[in-house]
Protein backbone atom coordinates (compact mmCIF):
# COMPACT_ATOMS: atom_id res chain seq x y z
CA UNK A 1 0.00 0.00 0.00
CA UNK A 2 1.75 3.27 -0.68
CA UNK A 3 1.56 6.50 1.30
CA UNK A 4 -1.71 7.94 -0.78
CA UNK A 5 -3.79 5.01 0.15
CA UNK A 6 -2.53 5.06 3.70
CA UNK A 7 -3.90 8.40 3.76
CA UNK A 8 -7.11 8.08 2.58
CA UNK A 9 -7.68 4.64 4.38
CA UNK A 10 -6.31 6.70 7.86
CA UNK A 11 -9.42 7.64 10.24
CA UNK A 12 -7.88 10.80 10.84
CA UNK A 13 -8.08 11.88 6.96
CA UNK A 14 -11.99 13.08 7.17
CA UNK A 15 -10.61 15.42 9.70
CA UNK A 16 -7.93 16.90 8.11
CA UNK A 17 -10.37 17.47 4.77
CA UNK A 18 -13.08 19.20 7.05
CA UNK A 19 -10.98 21.18 8.48
CA UNK A 20 -9.28 22.24 5.54
CA UNK A 21 -12.53 23.14 3.67
CA UNK A 22 -14.03 25.20 6.99
CA UNK A 23 -10.75 27.14 6.85
CA UNK A 24 -10.68 27.99 3.52
CA UNK A 25 -13.86 27.62 1.91
CA UNK A 26 -11.84 25.36 -1.01
CA UNK A 27 -15.61 22.61 -1.71
CA UNK A 28 -13.85 22.14 -4.47
CA UNK A 29 -12.05 19.35 -2.74
CA UNK A 30 -15.44 17.90 -1.47
CA UNK A 31 -15.46 14.81 -4.14
CA UNK A 32 -11.62 14.48 -4.45
CA UNK A 33 -10.30 12.92 -1.87
CA UNK A 34 -7.32 11.65 -3.91
CA UNK A 35 -5.97 14.79 -5.11
CA UNK A 36 -6.15 16.20 -1.28
CA UNK A 37 -4.53 13.23 -0.31
CA UNK A 38 -1.76 13.77 -2.99
CA UNK A 39 -1.38 17.22 -1.74
CA UNK A 40 -1.16 16.22 2.11
CA UNK A 41 0.93 13.38 0.86
CA UNK A 42 3.69 16.57 -0.89
CA UNK A 43 3.69 18.40 2.37
CA UNK A 44 5.07 15.00 3.92
CA UNK A 45 6.99 13.92 1.92
CA UNK A 46 10.22 15.14 4.12
CA UNK A 47 8.16 14.30 7.49
CA UNK A 48 7.97 10.42 6.72
CA UNK A 49 7.33 9.96 11.07
CA UNK A 50 4.66 12.42 11.28
CA UNK A 51 1.25 10.75 11.34
CA UNK A 52 -2.05 12.12 10.05
CA UNK A 53 -2.91 12.77 13.78
CA UNK A 54 -0.04 14.91 14.36
CA UNK A 55 0.12 16.47 11.62
CA UNK A 56 -3.73 17.33 12.22
CA UNK A 57 -2.92 19.07 15.62
CA UNK A 58 0.04 20.47 14.27
CA UNK A 59 -2.19 22.43 11.85
CA UNK A 60 -4.82 23.22 14.53
CA UNK A 61 -2.46 24.78 16.43
CA UNK A 62 -1.48 27.10 14.25
CA UNK A 63 -4.46 28.03 12.56
CA UNK A 64 -5.06 29.17 8.45
CA UNK A 65 -1.81 31.84 9.09
CA UNK A 66 0.64 29.52 10.22
CA UNK A 67 3.74 28.28 8.46
CA UNK A 68 2.66 24.69 7.56
CA UNK A 69 -1.01 25.48 6.93
CA UNK A 70 -0.13 28.14 4.29
CA UNK A 71 2.16 25.88 2.81
CA UNK A 72 -0.55 23.22 2.66
CA UNK A 73 -3.09 26.09 0.86
CA UNK A 74 0.22 27.00 -1.40
CA UNK A 75 -0.42 23.15 -2.71
CA UNK A 76 -4.36 23.20 -3.14
CA UNK A 77 -4.78 26.47 -5.20
CA UNK A 78 -4.44 27.46 -8.75
CA UNK A 79 -2.43 29.66 -9.75
CA UNK A 80 -2.72 29.60 -13.68
CA UNK A 81 -3.44 32.98 -15.22
CA UNK A 82 -2.18 35.50 -17.69
CA UNK A 83 -2.52 39.12 -18.63
CA UNK A 84 -5.72 40.62 -19.80
CA UNK A 85 -7.57 37.58 -19.83
CA UNK A 86 -11.05 37.54 -20.43
CA UNK A 87 -10.38 40.63 -22.14
CA UNK A 88 -14.10 41.59 -22.87
CA UNK A 89 -14.89 42.05 -18.73
CA UNK A 90 -11.63 44.99 -19.22
CA UNK A 91 -13.45 46.43 -22.06
CA UNK A 92 -16.38 46.89 -20.04
CA UNK A 93 -14.43 48.72 -17.19
CA UNK A 94 -13.02 50.70 -19.71
CA UNK A 95 -16.05 51.69 -21.23
CA UNK A 96 -18.37 51.78 -18.50
CA UNK A 97 -17.68 51.31 -14.90
CA UNK A 98 -14.11 53.42 -15.11
CA UNK A 99 -15.71 56.52 -17.09
CA UNK A 100 -19.04 56.23 -14.41
CA UNK A 101 -16.61 56.65 -11.12
CA UNK A 102 -14.60 59.46 -12.46
CA UNK A 103 -17.62 61.72 -13.03
CA UNK A 104 -19.12 60.38 -9.49
CA UNK A 105 -15.87 60.99 -7.77
CA UNK A 106 -14.52 64.16 -9.20
CA UNK A 107 -14.56 66.23 -5.87
CA UNK A 108 -12.93 63.54 -4.32
CA UNK A 109 -10.70 62.27 -6.33
CA UNK A 110 -10.05 59.18 -5.68
CA UNK A 111 -10.34 55.79 -7.06
CA UNK A 112 -10.28 52.60 -4.95
CA UNK A 113 -9.96 49.11 -6.73
CA UNK A 114 -9.70 44.89 -5.27
CA UNK A 115 -8.21 42.62 -6.95
CA UNK A 116 -9.72 39.52 -5.00
CA UNK A 117 -8.20 36.41 -5.09
CA UNK A 118 -5.46 37.69 -7.58
CA UNK A 119 -3.15 35.00 -8.01
CA UNK A 120 -0.20 35.29 -9.39
CA UNK A 121 -0.75 39.23 -9.79
CA UNK A 122 -1.32 39.81 -13.51
CA UNK A 123 -5.19 40.84 -13.08
CA UNK A 124 -3.82 43.73 -10.91
CA UNK A 125 -1.15 45.15 -13.23
CA UNK A 126 -3.61 44.44 -16.20
CA UNK A 127 -5.71 47.01 -14.26
CA UNK A 128 -3.07 49.82 -13.79
CA UNK A 129 -1.89 49.47 -17.20
CA UNK A 130 -5.49 49.80 -18.58
CA UNK A 131 -5.62 52.54 -16.41
CA UNK A 132 -2.14 54.91 -17.05
CA UNK A 133 -2.74 53.75 -20.79
CA UNK A 134 -6.04 54.82 -21.03
CA UNK A 135 -7.10 57.33 -18.18
CA UNK A 136 -3.54 59.25 -17.44
CA UNK A 137 -4.87 62.55 -17.87
CA UNK A 138 -8.38 62.07 -16.26
CA UNK A 139 -6.77 60.56 -12.92
CA UNK A 140 -3.69 63.10 -12.68
CA UNK A 141 -3.15 64.07 -8.88
CA UNK A 142 -5.65 61.20 -8.17
CA UNK A 143 -5.27 59.02 -5.20
CA UNK A 144 -5.42 55.76 -6.74
CA UNK A 145 -5.32 52.09 -5.26
CA UNK A 146 -5.23 48.92 -6.37
CA UNK A 147 -5.54 46.26 -3.38
CA UNK A 148 -4.86 42.55 -4.72
CA UNK A 149 -4.92 40.08 -2.00
CA UNK A 150 -4.78 36.15 -2.21
CA UNK A 151 -4.97 33.11 0.16
CA UNK A 152 -1.92 31.65 -1.27
CA UNK A 153 1.21 33.22 0.46
CA UNK A 154 3.33 31.83 -2.66
CA UNK A 155 1.35 33.63 -4.96
CA UNK A 156 1.74 36.53 -3.01
CA UNK A 157 5.32 36.91 -3.47
CA UNK A 158 5.09 35.87 -7.22
CA UNK A 159 2.99 38.65 -7.33
CA UNK A 160 5.08 41.09 -5.37
CA UNK A 161 8.22 40.18 -7.79
CA UNK A 162 5.70 40.94 -10.71
CA UNK A 163 8.44 39.04 -13.14
CA UNK A 164 6.33 36.01 -15.67
CA UNK A 165 7.14 33.99 -18.30
CA UNK A 166 5.79 33.52 -21.86
CA UNK A 167 2.93 32.08 -20.77
CA UNK A 168 1.33 35.16 -18.47
CA UNK A 169 1.96 37.44 -21.57
CA UNK A 170 1.15 35.43 -24.45
CA UNK A 171 -1.19 37.32 -26.73
CA UNK A 172 0.03 40.55 -26.01
CA UNK A 173 1.18 42.89 -28.58
CA UNK A 174 5.00 43.30 -28.62
CA UNK A 175 4.32 46.92 -28.70
CA UNK A 176 2.05 46.66 -25.17
CA UNK A 177 5.41 44.58 -24.54
CA UNK A 178 7.81 46.86 -24.84
CA UNK A 179 5.87 49.64 -23.41
CA UNK A 180 4.70 47.95 -20.17
CA UNK A 181 7.69 45.34 -19.82
CA UNK A 182 11.42 45.17 -19.03
CA UNK A 183 12.76 41.75 -20.87
CA UNK A 184 15.08 39.56 -18.76
CA UNK A 185 15.92 37.04 -20.83
CA UNK A 186 12.81 34.31 -20.94
CA UNK A 187 11.19 36.22 -18.52
CA UNK A 188 9.10 39.67 -18.96
CA UNK A 189 9.24 42.29 -15.49
CA UNK A 190 6.40 44.87 -15.03
CA UNK A 191 7.91 48.49 -15.45
CA UNK A 192 7.92 50.06 -11.91
CA UNK A 193 5.52 52.69 -13.75
CA UNK A 194 2.88 50.32 -13.95
CA UNK A 195 3.34 49.03 -10.22
CA UNK A 196 3.05 52.14 -8.51
CA UNK A 197 -0.60 51.80 -7.54
CA UNK A 198 -1.31 48.23 -6.86
CA UNK A 199 -0.08 46.71 -3.67
CA UNK A 200 -0.62 43.16 -2.71
CA UNK A 201 -1.17 40.92 0.58
CA UNK A 202 -2.34 38.03 1.60
CA UNK A 203 -6.32 37.60 3.12
CA UNK A 204 -8.84 34.62 3.53
CA UNK A 205 -11.60 35.97 2.11
CA UNK A 206 -13.58 33.10 3.98
CA UNK A 207 -12.35 34.05 7.36
CA UNK A 208 -11.18 37.96 7.07
CA UNK A 209 -13.20 40.25 8.15
CA UNK A 210 -15.46 42.60 5.69
CA UNK A 211 -14.90 45.56 4.93
CA UNK A 212 -11.68 45.60 6.66
CA UNK A 213 -10.71 49.20 6.19
CA UNK A 214 -7.16 48.89 7.42
CA UNK A 215 -6.09 46.68 4.30
CA UNK A 216 -8.11 49.20 2.44
CA UNK A 217 -11.00 46.79 2.01
CA UNK A 218 -13.96 49.10 2.03
CA UNK A 219 -15.56 51.80 0.30
CA UNK A 220 -14.56 50.64 -3.08
CA UNK A 221 -15.57 51.76 -6.36
CA UNK A 222 -14.82 48.57 -8.30
CA UNK A 223 -14.15 44.82 -7.12
CA UNK A 224 -12.78 41.84 -9.27
CA UNK A 225 -13.37 38.95 -7.99
CA UNK A 226 -13.51 36.47 -10.89
CA UNK A 227 -12.95 32.62 -10.74
CA UNK A 228 -12.84 32.51 -7.09
CA UNK A 229 -16.55 31.59 -6.04
CA UNK A 230 -16.71 28.49 -8.17
CA UNK A 231 -14.47 26.45 -6.03
CA UNK A 232 -17.04 27.51 -2.75
CA UNK A 233 -19.81 26.16 -1.86
CA UNK A 234 -23.31 27.67 -1.67
CA UNK A 235 -23.06 29.04 2.08
CA UNK A 236 -19.67 30.45 1.37
CA UNK A 237 -20.67 31.81 -1.73
CA UNK A 238 -23.81 33.48 -0.39
CA UNK A 239 -21.87 35.04 2.36
CA UNK A 240 -18.90 36.29 0.21
CA UNK A 241 -21.23 37.93 -2.39
CA UNK A 242 -22.81 39.49 1.14
CA UNK A 243 -19.46 40.90 2.17
CA UNK A 244 -18.53 41.87 -1.67
CA UNK A 245 -21.69 44.20 -1.55
CA UNK A 246 -20.99 45.58 1.67
CA UNK A 247 -17.33 46.73 0.78
CA UNK A 248 -18.57 48.19 -2.55
CA UNK A 249 -19.83 52.55 -2.44
CA UNK A 250 -23.69 52.62 -3.41
CA UNK A 251 -23.42 52.23 -7.39
CA UNK A 252 -19.90 50.42 -6.88
CA UNK A 253 -18.92 47.91 -9.74
CA UNK A 254 -18.57 44.13 -9.29
CA UNK A 255 -16.99 42.32 -11.83
CA UNK A 256 -17.00 38.08 -11.21
CA UNK A 257 -16.44 35.10 -13.89
CA UNK A 258 -19.19 34.10 -16.02
CA UNK A 259 -19.49 30.93 -14.19
CA UNK A 260 -20.09 33.03 -11.24
CA UNK A 261 -23.32 34.77 -11.92
CA UNK A 262 -27.01 33.33 -10.88
CA UNK A 263 -29.92 34.52 -8.85
CA UNK A 264 -27.35 34.93 -5.92
CA UNK A 265 -25.60 37.68 -7.68
CA UNK A 266 -28.45 39.42 -9.13
CA UNK A 267 -30.33 39.59 -5.31
CA UNK A 268 -27.83 41.73 -4.59
CA UNK A 269 -26.21 43.87 -7.54
CA UNK A 270 -28.16 45.12 -11.25
CA UNK A 271 -26.47 43.45 -14.05
CA UNK A 272 -25.36 45.80 -16.42
CA UNK A 273 -24.83 43.87 -19.96
CA UNK A 274 -22.41 45.56 -22.14
CA UNK A 275 -21.09 43.89 -26.06
CA UNK A 276 -19.70 40.58 -24.81
CA UNK A 277 -19.93 41.24 -20.96
CA UNK A 278 -22.10 41.58 -18.40
CA UNK A 279 -20.79 43.36 -15.22
CA UNK A 280 -22.98 44.17 -11.73
CA UNK A 281 -23.84 47.37 -10.25
CA UNK A 282 -24.61 47.78 -6.07
CA UNK A 283 -27.62 49.61 -6.14
CA UNK A 284 -27.83 52.95 -4.71
CA UNK A 285 -30.27 52.32 -1.30
CA UNK A 286 -33.73 53.47 -1.34
CA UNK A 287 -33.74 54.84 -5.30
CA UNK A 288 -32.69 53.75 -8.16
CA UNK A 289 -29.12 53.99 -9.69
CA UNK A 290 -27.41 56.82 -11.11
CA UNK A 291 -27.89 57.14 -14.84
CA UNK A 292 -25.43 55.43 -16.73
CA UNK A 293 -23.22 56.56 -19.09
CA UNK A 294 -24.24 55.76 -23.22
CA UNK A 295 -22.17 52.50 -24.34
CA UNK A 296 -20.29 53.72 -27.61
CA UNK A 297 -18.08 51.54 -29.23
CA UNK A 298 -14.54 51.69 -27.66
CA UNK A 299 -12.45 54.35 -29.30
CA UNK A 300 -9.34 52.77 -31.41
CA UNK A 301 -6.97 53.55 -28.43
CA UNK A 302 -9.34 51.77 -26.26
CA UNK A 303 -9.22 48.51 -28.97
CA UNK A 304 -5.67 48.27 -29.17
CA UNK A 305 -3.58 45.19 -30.22
CA UNK A 306 -3.53 43.67 -26.97
CA UNK A 307 -7.42 43.09 -26.08
CA UNK A 308 -8.14 42.29 -29.83
CA UNK A 309 -5.29 39.29 -29.39
CA UNK A 310 -6.40 38.45 -26.50
CA UNK A 311 -10.28 37.94 -27.04
CA UNK A 312 -9.36 35.46 -29.13
CA UNK A 313 -7.17 33.56 -26.49
CA UNK A 314 -10.08 34.65 -23.65
CA UNK A 315 -10.45 30.91 -22.05
CA UNK A 316 -14.33 31.92 -21.05
CA UNK A 317 -17.76 30.21 -21.76
CA UNK A 318 -20.36 33.63 -22.34
CA UNK A 319 -22.80 32.44 -20.04
CA UNK A 320 -24.45 35.23 -20.06
CA UNK A 321 -24.52 36.65 -23.56
CA UNK A 322 -26.41 35.73 -26.02
CA UNK A 323 -25.51 36.59 -29.83
CA UNK A 324 -26.65 35.34 -33.11
CA UNK A 325 -24.93 32.20 -34.30
CA UNK A 326 -22.35 32.46 -36.43
CA UNK A 327 -22.70 31.75 -40.06
CA UNK A 328 -21.53 28.39 -41.19
CA UNK A 329 -20.14 27.17 -44.81
CA UNK A 330 -23.48 26.14 -47.09
CA UNK A 331 -21.84 22.29 -47.18
CA UNK A 332 -21.95 21.80 -43.53
CA UNK A 333 -24.67 19.87 -42.00
CA UNK A 334 -26.79 21.36 -39.45
CA UNK A 335 -26.24 21.20 -35.64
CA UNK A 336 -28.01 18.34 -34.54
CA UNK A 337 -27.58 16.34 -37.47
CA UNK A 338 -24.40 16.86 -37.38
CA UNK A 339 -22.46 16.22 -33.55
CA UNK A 340 -19.50 17.16 -34.33
CA UNK A 341 -20.22 20.60 -34.82
CA UNK A 342 -20.00 21.63 -31.53
CA UNK A 343 -16.19 21.84 -31.81
CA UNK A 344 -15.87 21.71 -35.00
CA UNK A 345 -13.83 25.36 -36.79
CA UNK A 346 -10.84 25.49 -38.50
CA UNK A 347 -7.40 25.10 -37.29
CA UNK A 348 -6.56 28.72 -39.24
CA UNK A 349 -6.15 31.70 -36.99
CA UNK A 350 -10.48 32.48 -36.65
CA UNK A 351 -10.73 36.32 -37.90
CA UNK A 352 -11.15 39.23 -34.99
CA UNK A 353 -14.43 39.62 -33.11
CA UNK A 354 -16.63 41.91 -35.10
CA UNK A 355 -16.62 45.58 -33.28
CA UNK A 356 -19.70 46.11 -31.28
CA UNK A 357 -22.21 48.45 -32.57
CA UNK A 358 -25.20 50.76 -31.19
CA UNK A 359 -27.37 48.61 -34.06
CA UNK A 360 -28.05 44.76 -33.64
CA UNK A 361 -26.64 42.28 -36.51
CA UNK A 362 -28.00 41.05 -38.84
CA UNK A 363 -29.05 37.43 -37.21
CA UNK A 364 -27.55 34.05 -38.89
CA UNK A 365 -30.50 31.33 -37.79
CA UNK A 366 -29.77 29.04 -35.12
CA UNK A 367 -32.94 27.32 -36.65
CA UNK A 368 -35.94 28.01 -38.70
CA UNK A 369 -36.92 31.17 -36.33
CA UNK A 370 -34.31 33.31 -37.37
CA UNK A 371 -36.85 36.07 -36.06
CA UNK A 372 -37.01 34.84 -32.01
CA UNK A 373 -33.37 34.41 -32.09
CA UNK A 374 -32.89 38.05 -33.47
CA UNK A 375 -35.62 39.00 -30.47
CA UNK A 376 -33.82 37.14 -27.86
CA UNK A 377 -30.46 38.56 -28.62
CA UNK A 378 -32.00 41.90 -28.65
CA UNK A 379 -33.39 41.20 -25.67
CA UNK A 380 -30.20 40.10 -23.83
CA UNK A 381 -28.48 43.12 -25.37
CA UNK A 382 -31.03 45.04 -23.61
CA UNK A 383 -30.38 43.89 -20.11
CA UNK A 384 -34.04 42.21 -20.09
CA UNK A 385 -33.12 39.32 -18.65
CA UNK A 386 -37.01 38.03 -18.15
CA UNK A 387 -37.65 39.05 -21.85
CA UNK A 388 -34.37 37.26 -23.02
CA UNK A 389 -36.29 34.28 -21.22
CA UNK A 390 -39.59 34.51 -22.36
CA UNK A 391 -38.01 34.53 -25.72
CA UNK A 392 -35.46 31.52 -25.35
CA UNK A 393 -38.65 29.41 -23.62
CA UNK A 394 -40.77 29.92 -26.99
CA UNK A 395 -38.18 29.58 -29.38
CA UNK A 396 -37.24 26.06 -27.56
CA UNK A 397 -40.91 25.33 -28.35
CA UNK A 398 -40.93 25.77 -31.87
CA UNK A 399 -37.38 24.19 -32.18
CA UNK A 400 -37.61 21.49 -29.74
CA UNK A 401 -34.83 19.27 -32.26
CA UNK A 402 -32.18 22.21 -32.07
CA UNK A 403 -29.61 21.52 -29.04
CA UNK A 404 -28.02 24.92 -29.15
CA UNK A 405 -31.42 26.62 -28.03
CA UNK A 406 -31.83 24.44 -24.95
CA UNK A 407 -28.37 24.87 -24.15
CA UNK A 408 -28.57 28.36 -24.26
CA UNK A 409 -32.12 27.97 -22.30
CA UNK A 410 -29.96 26.35 -19.85
CA UNK A 411 -27.48 28.74 -19.25
CA UNK A 412 -29.93 31.64 -18.51
CA UNK A 413 -31.88 29.31 -16.27
CA UNK A 414 -28.96 28.85 -13.99
CA UNK A 415 -28.26 32.44 -14.12
CA UNK A 416 -31.43 33.48 -13.17
CA UNK A 417 -32.05 31.15 -10.79
CA UNK A 418 -35.37 29.59 -12.33
CA UNK A 419 -36.99 26.56 -14.07
CA UNK A 420 -34.88 23.33 -14.41
CA UNK A 421 -31.26 24.30 -16.17
CA UNK A 422 -30.43 20.94 -15.68
CA UNK A 423 -33.15 19.17 -17.56
CA UNK A 424 -32.25 21.66 -20.84
CA UNK A 425 -28.60 20.87 -20.78
CA UNK A 426 -30.01 17.25 -20.60
CA UNK A 427 -32.29 17.72 -23.96
CA UNK A 428 -29.43 19.34 -25.70
CA UNK A 429 -27.47 16.48 -24.97
CA UNK A 430 -29.70 13.97 -26.13
CA UNK A 431 -30.55 15.69 -29.69
CA UNK A 432 -26.35 16.17 -29.35
CA UNK A 433 -24.87 13.15 -27.10
CA UNK A 434 -21.08 15.25 -28.04
CA UNK A 435 -21.94 18.64 -27.09
CA UNK A 436 -19.39 19.33 -25.22
CA UNK A 437 -20.16 22.56 -23.14
CA UNK A 438 -23.61 21.28 -22.76
CA UNK A 439 -21.91 18.20 -20.61
CA UNK A 440 -19.54 21.00 -19.01
CA UNK A 441 -22.04 23.06 -17.49
CA UNK A 442 -24.75 20.11 -16.89
CA UNK A 443 -21.71 19.11 -14.51
CA UNK A 444 -21.16 22.65 -12.99
CA UNK A 445 -25.04 22.80 -12.35
CA UNK A 446 -24.45 19.47 -10.40
CA UNK A 447 -22.12 20.20 -8.59
CA UNK A 448 -23.31 23.54 -7.46
CA UNK A 449 -26.21 21.81 -6.42
CA UNK A 450 -23.99 19.03 -4.22
CA UNK A 451 -24.79 16.19 -6.77
CA UNK A 452 -20.69 14.95 -7.10
CA UNK A 453 -21.39 11.97 -8.85
CA UNK A 454 -23.06 12.86 -11.55
CA UNK A 455 -21.17 16.29 -11.76
CA UNK A 456 -18.24 13.76 -12.26
CA UNK A 457 -19.51 11.95 -15.00
CA UNK A 458 -20.52 14.87 -17.11
CA UNK A 459 -16.84 16.22 -16.42
CA UNK A 460 -15.65 12.72 -17.76
CA UNK A 461 -18.23 12.88 -20.54
CA UNK A 462 -17.04 16.30 -21.92
CA UNK A 463 -13.24 15.32 -21.55
CA UNK A 464 -13.65 12.33 -23.42
CA UNK A 465 -15.91 14.50 -26.16
CA UNK A 466 -12.91 16.93 -26.64
CA UNK A 467 -9.75 14.33 -26.39
CA UNK A 468 -9.88 13.54 -30.13
CA UNK A 469 -9.68 17.70 -31.42
CA UNK A 470 -7.23 19.69 -32.58
CA UNK A 471 -5.97 22.18 -29.47
CA UNK A 472 -6.22 24.91 -31.67
CA UNK A 473 -9.64 24.86 -32.44
CA UNK A 474 -12.58 26.62 -31.89
CA UNK A 475 -15.67 25.52 -29.19
CA UNK A 476 -18.73 26.32 -30.76
CA UNK A 477 -20.77 28.01 -28.63
CA UNK A 478 -17.44 29.23 -26.23
CA UNK A 479 -17.37 32.78 -27.47
CA UNK A 480 -13.72 32.55 -28.47
CA UNK A 481 -12.94 28.73 -26.55
CA UNK A 482 -10.37 27.06 -28.12
CA UNK A 483 -10.63 23.02 -27.26
CA UNK A 484 -7.56 23.34 -25.62
CA UNK A 485 -8.61 25.87 -23.24
CA UNK A 486 -11.88 23.82 -22.73
CA UNK A 487 -9.35 20.90 -21.81
CA UNK A 488 -7.69 22.71 -19.10
CA UNK A 489 -10.67 24.25 -17.52
CA UNK A 490 -12.14 20.56 -17.20
CA UNK A 491 -8.82 19.26 -16.11
CA UNK A 492 -8.69 21.71 -13.62
CA UNK A 493 -11.89 19.34 -11.93
CA UNK A 494 -9.33 16.35 -12.27
CA UNK A 495 -6.30 18.00 -10.83
CA UNK A 496 -4.64 14.82 -9.19
CA UNK A 497 -7.64 12.78 -8.81
CA UNK A 498 -7.11 10.70 -11.76
CA UNK A 499 -4.17 9.83 -14.73
Not at 213 to 221: K, M, N, S, V, W
Not at 227 to 246: A, G, K, Q, S
Not at 315 to 322: D, V
Request: hydrophobic share 40%; proline share 8%; with cysteine.
Amino acid sequence: MNRIDAILRDPVFPRIKAAVIGATGLAYYADKDAALAERINRRLSDKPTLGLAAYLAQLAAEGPTGPEYQALINELTVGETFFFRYAEQFEALCAVAIPECLRRNRESRLLRIWSAGCSIGPEAYTLEILLKRHFADQLRDWQVSIVATDLNASFIDTARRGVYGNWAVRGLDPAVLAECFDRQGDLWAVKPRFREWTSFSVFNLVEGPLPNYPRGLGALDVVLCRNVMIYFDEPTRTRLLENLHEVLVPNGWLVVGHAETGQQVNSLFTPVPVPGATIYRKPRPGGAPAALPVFTPPTAELKTAELKTAELKAAELKATEFKPAQPKPAKKRSAAADPTARLRTTTAKPSPAPQPSTQPPSPQPLSTQASTTASLAAAASDGDRAAALDACIALAERNRLDPVVHFRLGLLEEELGVGDPIAAFKRALYLDSDFALADYHLALAYWRRGKLAPAQRHFRNARATVAAHDATELVAEGGGLTVAELRSMIDLWFSGEEP
